[in-house]
Nanobody
């Protein structure tokens, strides 16, 4: 029903920046798009989400360091992540909500070296 293509993960030094992207392929209108992350031994947690209307929600741990945006015409969401620390190391998962159903990407690794 929906395919999510993620890109932008990789290795970055502490203090650096990364821009992830996730493109959703679907015939339906996507309500909420965003990103979650899961570090080794920890539960998956919110990074940031954005609704079709532009309302955003950020985890406290990333406020002021992450800016999420989306292109509704392309069904694509872009979190710009700045001032990264080793604590941001995790697998990052794209998330979309369509008709109250949740869909997840396969995940992309982000590693921040100290």
């Amino acid at each position: 029903q929906v395919q999510l293509v993620e890109s932008g993960g990789g290795l970055v030094q502490a203090g650096g920046s990364l821009r992830l992207s996730c493109a959703g392929s679907t015939i339906f209108s996507i309500n909420t798009m965003g990103w979650y992350r899961q570090a080794p031994g920890k539960q998956r947690e919110l990074v940031a989400t954005i609704t079709r209307g532009g309302n955003t929600n950020y985890a406290e741990s990333v406020k002021g360091r992450v800016a999420i945006s989306r292109d509704n015409a392309k069904n694509t969401v872009y979190p710009q992540m700045n001032s990264l620390t080793p604590e941001d190391t995790a697998v990052y998962y794209c998330y979309v909500q369509i008709r109250r159903m949740d869909y997840w990407g396969q995940g992309t690794q982000v590693t921040v070296s100290s």
